[in-house]
């Protein structure tokens, strides 16, 4: 093997999971929770829904999911959520993807992302489905107790 090969240092990983840490308390979490639920509902999101991820999958802990009836409340939402999480918590997505076409936004705050779909895209991933096996918390329209009910499983 070439020398040049062997002394090359390693670049540093650059996965999710290395820029995932530290790791939110549970505490910040449920005051991030509420508020992205919160600046969902008040911009008049349909079927809000969070899944607990925890004991199906590594790469966050929640899912929120919620869909607008048209792309500019899609994007209403998702901006709304941003907007909230910033200010309030001082809380910046790591990643955002979509938005241009209205159909979905993902918002990623590592410890839990936020799915904004239209109605045809949420029926069209249907990931409610697709993680049936993580646990779907109560109907966030009373915010307040479907966040609590996430630490008092």
Known sequence: MPAALISTPMPKP??????RSPRATPV???????AAVQA??????????I??????????DYFVICHGANPHQVQAIADAVE???ERTEKLRPSHREGGRGGEWVVLDYL?????VFS??????YNLERLWSAAL????????????????NA
């Open 51 to 60: 899944l607990d991820l925890r004991r199906v999958a590594d790469f966050c």
């Open 83 to 85: 907007l909230v999480l």
């Open 14 to 19: 650059t996965s999710a999971s290395a820029a």
């Open 111 to 115: 410890d839990f992302i936020v799915h």
């Open 119 to 124: 109605t045809h895209a949420r029926s069209f």
């Open 28 to 34: 910040a979490v449920r005051r991030q929770l509420r």
């Open 40 to 49: 969902a509902m008040a911009k008049k999101a349909l079927d809000p829904v």
């Open 136 to 151: 779907r918390l109560p109907n966030p329209k009373t915010v307040k107790d479907s966040i609590s009910s996430v630490f």
